[in-house]
């Protein structure tokens, strides 16, 4: 989609003669838009979602922003809000009631999990995760009342995909909603919207804003749907961005495809060193093809997980010998991280974890830096682990 792509970056709603022929958009920071008379406020009252009247339904930096997004996942609307979390929380509570079943695939991001192992069930909603590398997993544990299905393609720590076509068609047979965290790809390589999937969900805090500055989320799919979500958990809950924030994302966008392509390039480089060296036991990375017939996935981007062949301890030496990566959370950033699954439990734990996790893992999130020096990096923290 690339002459579609750099079109709907440079000029898609930007109404540059309206603003002086500004290249970059103005910040509307007001929280409220007057109007002349008491019918012209009725009817921009009346449609909030397209008007600005008060800035937490619609400020026109913000729907900028929410356009573009739209346009990106071939999406008829989205909404945008203040991180990515609040965007999936509202795309769930929507639509769930009392009574219902829900499944969301297993080790999705740490706060969607945390939203359908903890808050959920207190609404009555009975919630649980599945393993949907297997479409057909899927369809066995339908119920009569399931409601929901939450994606996360590929899915955080491991990059396992889930066949979106297969289960969106499962899905809509039964009348199921279907909701998928796109983080991972971006729409840049990946639009489930286009695969049947009815809502997608983004952080925009990782890659789409890039710089490590900002926090925002996103979810795109049908004008229905996200009317709904509009008049519902949007506008009560009040989890908007702010017109600062939305400008600080849209300028992100601008370079998204280049800082996308760099560090996925880069991060080919490191898997590789990594993959050869004697104190890594294994390393993860999305493989675009594996978990779905068709090219749902075009290609990985710059995060891989590694574990260390000594350990929990050697993990925890190896992060701490980086002089390169910063060691923190996120990722998608211009900067090099390093994140290590020990620092989200107790020194020395030895609870359950969820399937497949270990405390010897760290990912990693690639960054702009020459992947040399990266590797370099990474070279003399290893033989400290
Ligand atoms: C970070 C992340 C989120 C949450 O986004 P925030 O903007 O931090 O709230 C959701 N999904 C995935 C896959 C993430 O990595």
Known sequence: MSAELWDILNHLGEERERWLGA???????????AYPTVEALRAAVAEELDYPFYTRGHNPTVRLLARKLAALEGAEEALVFSSGSAAMAAAVLAFVHSGDHLLCVEKPYGWTAALVRDILPRFGIAAEFLDMRDAGAVA???????????????????????????????AKARGILTVCDNSYATPLLQRPLLLGIDLVVHTLTKYPAGHSDVLAGAVCGARSLIERIFRGPYMSFGAVLSPHDAFL???GLRTLPLRLERSARSAEKVASFLAAHPKVRALWRAAPGEGSPGAQLAGANGLLTIALAGGAEAAERFCNALRRFLLTCSWGGHESLAWPLAALYPRGYRGPL??????????LSIGLEPPELLIADLEQALEQA
Not at 23 to 33: D, H, R
Not at 154 to 162: A, C, K, R, V
Not at 354 to 363: T, Y
């Open 23 to 33: 290249v970059a958009p103005p910040i509307f920071q007001s929280s409220m838009f």
């Open 249 to 251: 994302v849209l300028r």
């Open 354 to 363: 969820p399937a497949g996790l270990s405390l010897d893992m760290v990912r």
């Open 140 to 170: 066995a544990a339908l119920r009569p009342n399931t409601r929901m299905i939450v994606l996360e393609s590929p899915n955080s720590w491991t990059y396992e995909q889930q066949d979106l076509a297969a289960i969106a068609a499962i």
